[in-house]
């Protein structure tokens, strides 16, 4: 739990200088709909639902692993951060209308469908050092940090048939995307978090 509020409060802090405020309206003028009704958004993005609540409540129907739900009936404004990729689906809860977000990783990398499970990156909470397990096979891979906005951190070449140690006491505490790479190919992408 204690991750998880850490998590949000990072996004939420960074998502007001750096990330997109996505406004969607509903009600009035709108109809019994959401404008637009599906947004693409990033990690540490903002959306922001505009309309009478009391009348058209809001409620999420699915939310991706480890993010939080959200709901609102009352007032005319209500803003949820992204915290996690994938794809939220919220609804009108009285007449049932529906949205949708789909969320990409805020550095724009997604972690793809065919992961290599036998590559290790731990822990994910850190104070300083991270270790990476790379078999045998895995060549030619580096690691690539980006900072919760996206911005490249720190990149190093990693040894195959071995276990990698990265010393991140250098970095500031927060959130971290750490990526397994190849020249042409995205491996592996896990979230770190730096105390």
């Not at 007032?75 to 977000?101: D, L, P, R, W």
């Not at 195959?160 to 971290?176: E, P, R």
Request: with cysteine.
């Amino acid at each position: 739990m204690k991750i998880r509020i850490t998590l949000l409060l990072l996004v939420l802090s960074l998502s007001q200088v750096f990330a997109t405020n996505h406004i969607v309206q509903f009600g009035g003028s709108i109809g019994m709909a959401y404008s637009p009704s599906q947004i693409n958004a990033n990690v540490g993005d903002t959306i922001t639902w505009q309309g009478d609540f009391s009348f058209h409540p809001l409620i999420s129907i699915s939310v991706p692993s480890g993010a939080s739900s959200f709901s609102n009936s009352t007032g005319s404004s209500f803003s949820y951060v992204i915290a996690f990729e994938g794809t939220y689906n919220f609804q009108c809860s009285v007449h049932g209308f529906n949205g949708q977000i789909i969320a990409a990783g805020a550095s724009g990398i997604n972690s793809p469908s065919g992961e290599k499970e036998e590559i290790n990156i731990f822990p994910t909470v850190t104070k300083g050092f991270l270790k990476i397990t790379l078999p045998q096979g895995n060549e030619n891979c580096f690691l690539e940090i980006r900072n919760a906005v996206g911005q490249p951190i720190m990149k190093v070449n990693l040894m195959a048939n071995a276990t990698n140690t990265v010393d991140l006491s250098g970095l500031y505490n927060g959130l971290y995307f750490v990526a397994i790479r190849t020249e042409t190919e995205l491996v592996k992408v896990v979230r770190v978090i730096k105390e």
